[in-house]
């Protein structure tokens, strides 16, 4: 039988090649399929790679899944293959010539393998980023000026996905080959163009069908909220969509909307404004120092995990966990976006990142309040230190939108010979050459910093190689020496004046990929130490109840050095007990409030999750349902944050007229 099996099988195989070959149509389809083909094993790759972020979905959420990426994938591959599609099927006699195949054959592999690159990359910059990657991307890289090296230094490091695009490269290549078009059989012309222009009409609307996401006429386009309607999680979204998709649907970012859950702005206001009023308060001559750590996760501090190991946890930053000693911390404090173009309009400005990079939305132009701007009005001199080349990330545009006046990069540090060799100078001396420069500045100044190596390709100086504690993430390593070059920092900064009558602020821009399971999770994700620190003062603890965010740092920080008046910021005061105890962030489509012990999540439409962190840290128990008064209260919050965003962002109030 086995052996009477095979030559049917060659031979049946032989038959529907000379089927797919002498018919055009069927070709395509067979070379459509290809591509379905390679979608899918992108899913299935991306998937496997994450499967920390995608654990617990059974068998129906997994067919929900991998179906409900059938109907993304239709979209991704009709606005990618239009041109071949439409040449594939246009009545011309010459479409079997060798020339003319070959001219499908360019833009067939072309827009098909740039759109496996993306859905490729995205298998491992997922676990940095917690969704799919859009069109933003080449907005925040596009200052970089070693952005090829960088590309490059990825491949290397992520050989195996770049293995694994060469694979499913060469797999459409060679089932593209496999099957070639025979001569058209001649018929009459009267026939053979009204059938060709039939196919043509039935083609055209299967592809607009295929591109909205349905046939219906109610039908809308898919966007990227509809994956959605295919998963439990709104976490599990970016497993149904793909990376071509949101990448196409993400070009022309829309404005916001405004919104109108609340029906007067009496209403509105009374729940939650983000109009502050500076408290009464004596001024404090005290200079401001800002220090944002890249990718410093919560889970690097041991002091702020006294719980993990048995109480054994060191963690990988000994001068920060000194430093958390005798200032003031907060077990509960968290970013209010994932990328670094997100962390300083939070931090400098009070504005979170709601569903897009504030710096990449349309409304970027607005007129806003900023922590440099309110603090120039009493007095300070403002300066911002980034050791990369100047501009990279926006950040140099960003800080003068917000009237910081003096920028400092790679270009004033000055020594090429200190340069990392990708990213920027290495966070020892550039930490060296911003404790110098706060020397000359007049008092009172604010100054905030961004440091560079604690960041992929994951390297320290070779002097230092093997000198810091090695966990399980090459991060942690890097991170251990941006501590230490804070320590030096501080070393020097403290032998100097200025030093006794400051007020530093420390935090991260975001979340790295989380190492620890304790962090797996939707409170992990965007865990980050906030920490402030004023020599000789009594500000020193551990909050245990409140929550605090990056938009918080603004407003507390006008509040402590005195400044008195009124300003637009999303945050709170965290030194102001009557302030509302929130934090706020969002992940795509999905909204997150933390609010009085407890966390909440609501996908767009409902409240998907509900955990009380004060019993369930680890969010194991979901309460959604359990307790309607305090979750139709939570979400009436969090609406009310949303819409004060959203119209405020579309009346351009993000500033107190005056």
Known sequence: MRKGLKPLVEKTMRHLKRIISSNQIALLLYRIL??????????????????????????????????????????????????????????LRLRSHRNYQRMLAVIYFVPNG??????????????????????????????EAHLAKLTFRIILDYWVTAVFFAALVAIMVWLYRRVKPAPEARIRWQIYYSASLLVFIVAIGL????????????????????AGEFVSDPDQMALVLNTPFTLIRSVSVPHYSRMSY???????????????RGKTRTPRSLNVVIIIVESLNREFLGSLNRDLDGGHYAGYTPFLDSLVSVG?????????????????????????????????????????????????????????????PNGSMGFKAFTRSIGIENYYGATEYGNPAD???????????????????????????????????????????????????????????????????????????????????????????????????????????????????????????????????????????????????????????????????????????????YKDGHFLIYDGRQVSSLYDLRTDSRL???????????????????LAILQQYKNRMVDDELSVKR
């Not at 592809?207 to 509809?226: D, E, K, L, Q, V």
């Open 34 to 91: 290809i591509v379905y083909l390679l979608y899918f094993l992108c899913r299935v790759a991306f998937y496997v790679y994450n499967l920390d972020h995608f654990r617990g979905l059974g068998g129906k959420e997994l067919w929900d899944v991998f179906r409900g990426g059938l109907l993304f994938d239709s979209s991704a591959i009709v606005y990618t293959n239009l041109l071949f599609i439409f040449f594939s099927l246009i009545p």
């Open 620 to 638: 194991t128990r979901n309460l959604a349902g359990q307790n309607p008064a305090l979750q139709s209260d939570m979400e009436r919050y969090l």
């Open 114 to 143: 740039l759109a496996l690159a993306a859905n490729c990359i995205d298998i491992p910059y997922y676990d940095f980023v917690l969704q799919r990657t859009t069109f933003d991307i080449f907005s925040e890289f596009r200052n």
């Open 207 to 226: 592809c607009i069908g295929g591109a909205r996401g349905g046939f219906r006429y109610s039908t809308r386009p898919i966007t990227m909220s509809n």
């Open 419 to 593: 340069f990392d060799g990708l990213w920027g100078v290495w966070d020892e001396p550039f930490l060296q050459f911003f404790a110098h420069s706060l020397d000359s500045f007049p008092e009172p100044f604010m100054a905030a910093l961004f440091t560079v190596s604690s960041h992929h390709p994951f390297k320290v100086p070779h002097q230092y190689k093997d000198k810091f504690p090695k966990g399980d993430f090459p991060l942690q390593e890097c991170v251990g020496y941006t501590d230490f070059a804070l320590r030096k920092f501080f070393q020097t900064a403290s032998s100097n004046p200025w030093f006794a009558s400051t007020l530093f602020v420390i935090t991260a821009d975001h979340v790295s990929t989380n190492q620890r399971p304790e962090f797996k999770n939707d409170l992990g994700y965007f865990s980050v130490p906030i920490i402030f620190y004023q020599p000789g003062s009594d500000l020193t603890g551990l909050d245990t109840l409140t929550f605090a965010q990056q938009i918080d740092i603004m407003p507390t920080v006008l509040n402590y050095v005195g400044f008195e008046g009124d300003y637009i910021a999303f945050g709170k005061d965290l030194f102001d007990p009557q302030a509302p105890n929130f934090a706020f962030n969002n992940l795509g489509n999905s909204y997150r409030l």
């Open 328 to 388: 003031k911390t907060w077990r509960w404090s968290v970013a209010n976006g994932r990328k670094s173009i997100e962390a300083l309009p939070s931090i400098l400005a009070g504005i979170p990142a709601v569903e897009m990079p504030f710096v990449l939305s349309p409304h970027y132009t607005n007129h806003l309040e900023s922590l440099p701007r309110l603090l120039q009005r009493i007095g300070y001199k403002t300066a911002f230190f980034h050791g990369a």
């Open 262 to 276: 609340f029906a007067s702005e009496t209403d509105l206001d009374n729940v939650y404004t983000p109009q502050q």
